[in-house]
Nanobody
Framework: HVQLQACRGALVQTGGSLRLSCKAS????????LGWFRQTPGKEREFVAA????????YYEDSVKGRFTISTDDAKNTVYLQMDSLKPEDTAVYYC?????????????????WGQGTLVTVSS
Protein backbone atom coordinates (compact mmCIF):
# COMPACT_ATOMS: atom_id res chain seq x y z
CA HIS A 1 0.00 0.00 0.00
CA VAL A 2 0.99 3.62 -0.36
CA GLN A 3 2.90 5.35 2.40
CA LEU A 4 3.30 9.10 2.61
CA GLN A 5 6.02 10.91 4.51
CA ALA A 6 5.40 14.60 4.93
CA CYS A 7 7.88 17.23 5.92
CA ARG A 8 7.72 19.14 9.17
CA GLY A 9 5.53 22.20 9.42
CA ALA A 10 6.62 25.61 10.49
CA LEU A 11 5.73 28.94 12.02
CA VAL A 12 5.66 31.66 9.37
CA GLN A 13 4.85 35.35 9.49
CA THR A 14 2.01 36.86 7.53
CA GLY A 15 3.10 37.46 3.96
CA GLY A 16 5.79 34.83 4.16
CA SER A 17 6.32 31.67 2.14
CA LEU A 18 6.67 28.01 2.91
CA ARG A 19 7.04 24.89 0.80
CA LEU A 20 5.56 21.64 2.03
CA SER A 21 6.75 18.34 0.64
CA CYS A 22 5.45 14.81 0.83
CA LYS A 23 7.23 11.70 -0.40
CA ALA A 24 5.21 8.70 -1.52
CA SER A 25 6.24 5.06 -1.65
CA UNK A 26 4.59 1.76 -2.38
CA UNK A 27 2.96 2.64 -5.70
CA UNK A 28 3.97 3.79 -9.15
CA UNK A 29 4.12 7.50 -8.53
CA UNK A 30 3.31 8.50 -12.10
CA UNK A 31 0.01 6.59 -11.91
CA UNK A 32 -1.46 8.46 -8.97
CA UNK A 33 -3.28 11.74 -8.49
CA LEU A 34 -2.19 13.82 -5.53
CA GLY A 35 -3.80 16.42 -3.36
CA TRP A 36 -3.33 18.65 -0.37
CA PHE A 37 -6.02 19.23 2.22
CA ARG A 38 -6.06 21.17 5.48
CA GLN A 39 -7.98 21.04 8.71
CA THR A 40 -8.49 23.31 11.69
CA PRO A 41 -9.97 22.32 15.06
CA GLY A 42 -13.70 21.73 14.92
CA LYS A 43 -13.87 21.87 11.15
CA GLU A 44 -13.93 19.27 8.43
CA ARG A 45 -10.90 18.63 6.30
CA GLU A 46 -11.01 20.95 3.32
CA PHE A 47 -9.55 20.74 -0.15
CA VAL A 48 -6.58 22.96 -0.95
CA ALA A 49 -4.99 21.78 -4.21
CA ALA A 50 -4.77 18.78 -6.49
CA UNK A 51 -2.69 17.63 -9.42
CA UNK A 52 -3.77 15.06 -11.96
CA UNK A 53 -2.10 11.77 -12.83
CA UNK A 54 -1.03 13.29 -16.14
CA UNK A 55 0.41 16.26 -14.21
CA UNK A 56 -1.18 18.52 -16.80
CA UNK A 57 -4.14 19.62 -14.68
CA UNK A 58 -4.24 21.36 -11.32
CA TYR A 59 -7.16 22.51 -9.18
CA TYR A 60 -7.12 25.00 -6.33
CA GLU A 61 -9.53 26.08 -3.65
CA ASP A 62 -10.61 29.65 -4.35
CA SER A 63 -8.96 31.23 -1.33
CA VAL A 64 -5.51 29.93 -2.30
CA LYS A 65 -5.60 30.56 -6.04
CA GLY A 66 -2.69 32.71 -7.10
CA ARG A 67 -0.90 32.10 -3.80
CA PHE A 68 -0.37 28.33 -3.64
CA THR A 69 1.15 26.04 -6.25
CA ILE A 70 1.06 22.26 -6.30
CA SER A 71 3.74 20.42 -8.21
CA THR A 72 5.54 17.10 -8.33
CA ASP A 73 9.00 15.74 -8.88
CA ASP A 74 8.17 12.31 -10.21
CA ALA A 75 11.81 11.26 -10.16
CA LYS A 76 11.78 11.82 -6.39
CA ASN A 77 8.21 10.51 -5.83
CA THR A 78 7.48 13.80 -4.12
CA VAL A 79 4.61 16.27 -4.23
CA TYR A 80 5.06 19.87 -3.15
CA LEU A 81 2.82 22.69 -2.05
CA GLN A 82 4.43 26.08 -2.47
CA MET A 83 2.59 28.57 -0.29
CA ASP A 84 3.20 32.28 -0.81
CA SER A 85 1.62 35.41 0.66
CA LEU A 86 0.52 33.41 3.65
CA LYS A 87 -2.32 34.69 5.82
CA PRO A 88 -3.29 33.85 9.40
CA GLU A 89 -6.37 32.04 8.04
CA ASP A 90 -4.03 29.58 6.30
CA THR A 91 -3.09 28.24 9.72
CA ALA A 92 -4.03 24.56 9.78
CA VAL A 93 -2.77 21.02 9.74
CA TYR A 94 -1.99 20.21 6.14
CA TYR A 95 -2.33 16.69 4.73
CA CYS A 96 -1.00 15.25 1.51
CA UNK A 97 -3.11 12.53 -0.06
CA UNK A 98 -3.06 9.99 -2.87
CA UNK A 99 -5.90 8.91 -5.15
CA UNK A 100 -5.37 5.81 -7.27
CA UNK A 101 -8.72 5.38 -9.04
CA UNK A 102 -9.36 8.82 -10.49
CA UNK A 103 -7.50 11.28 -12.67
CA UNK A 104 -7.87 14.17 -10.25
CA UNK A 105 -10.11 14.91 -7.28
CA UNK A 106 -11.20 17.65 -4.93
CA UNK A 107 -13.13 15.57 -2.40
CA UNK A 108 -11.50 13.90 0.58
CA UNK A 109 -13.50 10.72 -0.04
CA UNK A 110 -11.78 10.32 -3.40
CA UNK A 111 -8.39 9.89 -1.74
CA UNK A 112 -7.23 6.56 -0.41
CA UNK A 113 -4.02 7.29 1.43
CA TRP A 114 -3.06 10.15 3.68
CA GLY A 115 0.09 11.61 5.18
CA GLN A 116 0.36 12.16 8.91
CA GLY A 117 -0.37 15.90 8.81
CA THR A 118 1.89 18.91 9.08
CA LEU A 119 1.11 21.93 11.23
CA VAL A 120 1.50 25.29 9.54
CA THR A 121 1.06 28.34 11.73
CA VAL A 122 0.91 31.82 10.23
CA SER A 123 1.40 34.57 12.78
CA SER A 124 -0.21 37.96 12.38
Amino acid sequence: HVQLQACRGALVQTGGSLRLSCKASGYTFSNIALGWFRQTPGKEREFVAAISRSRYTTYYEDSVKGRFTISTDDAKNTVYLQMDSLKPEDTAVYYCAVAIEISIGTLAVEYHYWGQGTLVTVSS
